[in-house]
């Protein structure tokens, strides 16, 4: 089982900030932003490459999610950031799909 599905679980503890039946969103335990928050469905995808034509829906829930996120958050204003790490070059580094949430500064680009 991943560390994100122990959250899912509540087998390991994290600042909830919303959740549906479908996802959950939590903060990041090293925010690398004023605001950083993690989006996730409940169910188990290990990456993004790895999803499937019937998980269109879901996906879409997801970014909605995000962006309502970062409204609820006051950053939607200023501007923000969403991120997928996919795979150890793209960073990923907990095998369960999440997009990342960032804002409150401005963030560089390229990323390093
Ligand atoms: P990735 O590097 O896979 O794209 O992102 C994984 C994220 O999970 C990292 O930003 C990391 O800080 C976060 N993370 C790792 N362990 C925990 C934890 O136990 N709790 C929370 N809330 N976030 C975690």
């Known amino acids: ?3 994100f599905e122990k959250i899912i679980n509540r087998q390991v503890p994290a600042e909830i900030v919303w959740e549906n039946e479908e ?3 939590f903060r990041d335990i090293h925010p ?12 188990n995808i290990s990456h993004i490459g790895a999803v499937q034509e019937e998980d269109a829906v879901l996906l879409g829930k997801l970014l909605l999610a995000a962006t309502q996120i970062a409204k609820k958050e006051g ?3 200023t501007g923000f950031r969403l991120v997928i790490n996919c795979g150890s ?3 990923e580094t907990v095998p369960h799909l999440h997009i990342h949430v960032l804002g409150g500064r401005a963030l560089q680009w390229p990323p390093g």
């Open 23 to 25: 996802c959950l969103a």
């Open 89 to 91: 070059d793209g960073g």
């Open 1 to 3: 089982m991943t560390l």
């Open 75 to 77: 950053i939607a204003k």
């Open 32 to 43: 690398q932003a004023p605001v950083h928050i993690l989006v996730i469905p409940k169910k």
